[in-house]
């Protein structure tokens, strides 16, 4: 059974053009190689033929693995969720208590995380150790270094 993800609606489009182009370019574009192998004549000793189809086989599993997540993916329609906690698509500005470093992150789904442009996955560390906190709030996140708090300074849609 596959997993539900949730992303916004920048983000499965995203997705759908990634998979339009794998269907209409690069599979033509493999097609064409492995037709361009095959002429060349001895199939058995064709090291372009095996590379073409190999990369083929490649191909397929990821348009495949992609149609799975597009199929399984819901657009969140955050004009119904709640500003009063962290939730995917909050804008949260936290502060890092002990050094008092402020600093402000969107959480998205795991495939739109995008670390410079702020955005991160609800999946990660701090993602997970934010969600579901309200403002003022202390977020305990286990880090390699070990625990670090953050307060909630604000939230935002």
Known sequence: MSQISY?????????????????????????????EARDKGDLSENAEYDAAKEAQGILEMKISKLENVIANARIIDDSKMDNNKVFILSKVTIKNVKNGMEVAYTLVAENEADLKAKKISVDSPIGKG???KAKGDIADVQTPNGIVQFEIINIER
């Open 7 to 35: 992303y916004t609606e920048e983000g499965l489009k995203k997705l759908k053009d990634e998979l339009h182009e794998m269907k209409t370019v690069q599979r033509p574009s493999i097609s064409k190689q492995i037709a």
């Open 130 to 132: 934010l969600l579901g």
